[in-house]
Every structure is written in C-alpha cells, then in structure tokens.
C-alpha cells in the first residue's frame, strides 16, 4: 500500500470502541455522547476488513480506542487477529488504559499480542484521579503487573501535561527502568472539545525532558516500533525513552499509518476531516478496494495541529472517536 506521496503504509490502528471508563481531561468532556450500536462496526466487520488490509500489506495491526478492553467480544476479535500472525501480519500489539488489563492479560497473550502500550501519565494517586476524573492508580497498576506476569512487553505512555505531571518524569523513568518497561513521552493533540483550554497544560517535550537531561545524558539510538516515537537511551537507565512530538517536531513525512475507525471510517490523517466511509460500501457489498484506494490516494503531507491561548481544537471529533 502506497499513499499519493510515496509512503509505504504498513501499519492499521484499528479502533474496536469510542467508549472509555476514564475522563481523562486532555482526552475527553466530562459527558461525552458516544456512537449507537447500530452505527459501530461489529466484530465480524473489524475482522473481515482486517483481514482485507493484510491481504494488501498492512504488517502491524495496533487495536485501539476509547479503551479497547471495554468492547464486548474483544476477545474472539483479538483471537481472529492473532491467528493472522505469520500469514501476511508481523504483529499485533494494543494500546490500554490498563483500568481491566488484570482480567484480560491472559487472552491477549493467548492470542497472539506479545507487547501492549499502556497510557499512564502519573504515579501519584491523587494526580492521576484528578487527570482521569474517575480512575483509580491501584487499579490500573495491578493491570501493568497482570501483563509482565503474562509475558506481554510493557511501553508506558506518558502525555506531558505543564502543572500536572512535570514532577513525574524521573519517577515514572525509575519505575519503568526497575520493571523492564520502555517509556514514551506525547505532546497533547488539539483533537476534540474539553473543558479546559489546552493550552493551560501543553508543553514541548524538549522543556518536559529539561530535569532529566540535567542530570542525565540522553542519546539517541536505532529502534523503530513503527510509530512515530523517535527513542533515545538515557545514561544510567536500561529504559529506551521515546519521544513523539506532533506538534513541537512534526514527523509527518515518515507517516505509514492508516486509522480505521469504529464506525468504519478512514480518516487520511489523524488530524485533518477528510475521510472514506467503508461501513457503508461493505454492508451494501460494493468494492472495498477502490475506497482504500481513495483513501491512499488523498492521505495529505502533514497535520494541521496547532495550540494556541483559547483556540478551538484542530479537528472537532475526539480521540476516542478515531483511535489512539
């Protein structure tokens, strides 16, 4: 799969929800309205367009959300999935909140799932329930150890919120160094309206990291996941620190990624509107192909993303809605 610029595209993130069972503040409204039954994808849907992106050379499938643990028969997709592996698909891997990884561990790594990105922003308790609204730190840490113990590799995901988070970054690089888990830092993206101005807590990672090159050197080393994280290894630490950087660096012209959403669209670029709606080509069994062909064919050179004092969003949906 080539996109209008030249761009391999190897890689599908795969929302299976828009639903989540935390608020986090940079992420969602308070009281968000999410998709009807009716207008999701089912999990024989998901698979079956999957299955067709494999068979044009998607390599890596990320399952994504909301939080993908939430949707119910994440288990026969996940299962559906792996059984892909070694038949056109290099890896399957997931991103969680971790709020239900406990109970699901197990299944992922039955599946096929040998790594998982987990989205945690803070270890201290009270931080972390004032980010998520409604999560609880315990919760989400037993989830983080339910994984290790079943063999999954951790990635610990750490948006940089100023005020909220800037004191978390060594203890959060300590904790992922004494458990062998790598880390990487995101700057917030202007996707969808919150409740707080954005631009109250962004911060280019380049200052987020600040405290850390103080103390320790940083250099950058040849790991690629095939996100868009460039890594660095930090003296003193066995953790490869990641740094993604939408805004501050923009990594577009390296982009291999497609999103498929729960409603069954494909959005050219996370933050641009212009999308093709396969949902409704399939359930009236018309030709697929040339609508991922389209959509190849207008994916743009870059993003829009910008944060500026009081701005709207760059794009109205939320993250939850096209997939992490």
């Given amino acids: ?162 005020g909220l988070n800037e004191d978390q970054l060594l203890p959060m690089l300590d904790y992922c160094g004494t458990r062998g888990f790598d880390l990487t830092l995101i700057e917030t993206m202007p996707l969808g309206e919150i409740a707080d101005d954005r631009s109250d807590h962004y911060i280019p990672l380049h200052q987020f990291i600040a405290p850390l090159r103080a103390e320790r050197a940083i250099f950058p080393i040849d790991k690629r996941t095939g996100g868009p994280a460039r890594y660095f290894a930090v003296e003193g630490s066995s953790v490869a620190l990641g740094l993604i950087t939408p805004l501050s660096d923009n990594f577009c012209a390296t982009c291999n990624r497609i999103r498929l959403t729960v409603e069954g669209r494909i959005y050219m670029c996370l933050g641009q509107d212009d999308h093709v709606d396969l949902r409704t080509r399939l359930r009236e069994g018309g030709d697929v192909d040339g609508l991922i062909d389209a959509a190849l064919a207008g994916k743009p050179r870059a993003h829009d993303f910008h944060i500026e004092r009081k701005s709207r969003p760059s794009v109205a949906r939320h993250m939850s809605a096209t997939g992490g």
């Fill in 1 to 162: 799969m080539i996109d209008g610029l030249g761009r391999r595209i190897d890689y599908l993130r795969l929302s299976v929800t828009d639903r989540c069972d935390l608020r986090c503040r940079y992420c969602m409204a308070e009281d968000m309205n999410f998709l009807p039954r009716s207008a999701v994808l089912s999990i024989e849907e998901m698979s079956e367009l999957a299955t067709r992106f494999v068979a044009r050379g998607i390599r890596r499938i990320r399952l994504t959300g909301g939080e993908p643990l939430v949707r119910r028969g994440i288990d026969v997709l996940a299962m559906r999935l792996g059984a892909l592996i070694g038949h056109g698909l290099d890896e399957l891997t997931l991103t969680t909140n971790a709020m239900r990884l406990a109970e699901h561990a197990p299944m992922l790594a039955a599946a096929g799932v040998r790594r998982i990105n987990v989205s945690l922003d803070t270890l201290d308790s009270e931080a972390f329930r004032h980010i998520t609204r409604v999560g609880d730190l315990a919760v989400a840490l037993r989830g983080v150890e339910a994984a290790r113990e079943a063999g999954l590799a951790v990635k610990i995901n750490m948006v940089a919120l100023a």
